[in-house]
């Protein structure tokens, strides 16, 4: 395996305040509390309840430890988590304006402003929630049958005729599908020609396993280590072994919504950021995440599912164990969390390459038009993170090839097996 690596450019104090500036926020630090909440007036939030919608995953964590560590009342808002079962329903309820915004697939969002396969609606992120921990598991048959890794899954593929193994993903345009057709292309498997892929919600994900609905699928902790534990299936890969730091869940919602509440969005955004630090701050704030979101109310799981691998701690089932660098992180001071544009920018390459674009866009304006780190860089004043001098960074990826958005149309007509 080639070595993986993502180039996120310096953060400094001196890059913060020179972007916070640029942002005009030295205009609204007088309007800060010492301790970082905004003052009323001006700058009170104009909605104060906000509903947000989450999937029960492991990342879903900032949004439901920034209600409950109470990070929200520090910025004038309460927000109320909102426990959804689908993708597509979040995507529904955002379009609709049922929920304010969401813990959401980056390719979703993306999906959705583009009108690929569902609503149009102009729409908006305001930060990124994590990076890594999304894994793709092989069910138990795959091991017996000789495949373990993307090599020994060629070999078993190739065998077949074409479609007798189903792999399954959790939206269209979103993460997941991403990752999963990266490695199967990347192993030389076609991911529409030589496979059949399915769409399967998160949360079940584990029981079509059990019942041979499929023979693989890509998804969010803690479903994968919930396979292994319930004998369906292991750990092929991680998907920080696919693209390490790779950007996964944003805080999604739309344009209108900001352009409504632009003080409401940055104070969302400051609770979520406070909550990521909070998280990434130590392995205790992890083990209380692991606990608090094992919850009925929100994974709705047993505790050590989620521990270990929100630890770092893994195992992928066939007898590997590892102390992971790369698990999940939702904070890394503000690496994580910047809105980098080359981020929504790959996610449109990989749209275009497996046709879900039928042309190239102007795959940069698109990701300014919707990644709003203007907001982004408000809410980290007030917060005091700092932001990174680029809005762009550069990633090599499982297949060696380099990420850097410098020829995003070049880059996506690129790749050998492609739609």
């Known amino acids: ?53 989450f999937i029960p995953l492991t990342d879903c ?108 993903q959790t939206f269209p345009t979103g993460t997941h599908a991403m990752w999963l057709y990266y490695w199967l292309a990347a192993n030389d498997i076609h991911p529409f020609q030589d496979v059949k892929a399915i769409v399967v919600p998160p949360p079940q994900m584990v029981a079509n396993a059990r019942v041979g609905n499929m023979h693989g699928f890509c998804v969010g902790e803690p479903w994968n280590q919930r396979a292994i534990i319930d004998g369906v299936g292991f750990t092929a890969v991680t998907t920080q072994d696919i693209w390490t730091d790779h950007p996964e869940k944003v805080l999604g919602t739309t344009s209108d919504w900001v352009a409504k509440h632009p003080n409401t969005a940055r104070a969302l955004t400051a609770a979520v950021l406070d909550a990521s630090r909070w998280i990434d701050a130590s392995d205790a704030n992890r083990k209380e995440t692991a606990a608090v979101i094992a919850a009925r109310s929100y994974v709705n799981t047993d505790v050590d599912v989620i521990e270990g691998r929100i630890l770092g701690q893994y195992d992928n089932g066939l007898g ?32 275009r390459r497996w046709g879900l674009l039928d042309r190239d866009v102007d795959y940069l304006a698109v990701a300014k038009a919707i990644n709003r780190t203007d907001v982004y860089k408000q809410a980290a004043a007030a917060v005091g993170v700092a932001v990174p001098a680029s809005e762009m960074r550069s990633a090599t990826l499982i297949d060696g090839v380099v990420w850097d958005g410098s020829n995003p ?7 050998k097996i492609k739609a």
């Open 1 to 53: 395996m080639k070595s993986l690596k993502t180039e996120t450019p310096e953060l400094s104090r001196r890059g913060f305040i020179k972007a916070g500036a640029a942002a005009g926020v030295a205009a609204l630090l007088p309007g800060l509390f010492p301790g970082g909440a905004w003052a009323a007036g001006s700058d009170a939030p104009e909605k104060k309840e906000i509903r947000v919608g």
């Open 320 to 351: 590997k164990k590892w102390a992971d660098p790369n698990a999940m992180k939702f904070f890394r001071d503000g690496a994580v969390t910047f809105p980098y544009l080359s981020d929504g920018m790959w996610f449109l390459t990989q749209h």
């Open 61 to 168: 964590a900032s949004v439901v430890m920034a209600a409950v560590k109470k990070f929200d009342e520090k910025y004038g808002i309460k927000i109320i988590p909102s426990k959804e079962a689908s993708w597509a329903s979040v995507r529904d309820k955002l379009v609709s304006g049922e929920l304010d915004a969401a813990h959401v697939l980056y390719g979703l969002v993306y999906g959705v402003h583009l009108g690929i396969g569902g609503p149009k609606k102009d729409m908006a992120v305001l930060m990124s929630i994590n990076n890594n921990g999304q894994a793709i598991s092989l069910s138990t048959q795959m091991k017996e049958k000789g495949a373990v890794d993307g090599a020994s899954l060629k070999k078993v593929v190739a065998a077949g005729s074409p479609g007798s193994y189903t792999f399954a």
């Open 409 to 415: 149309a070049a880059y996506a007509g690129g790749f």
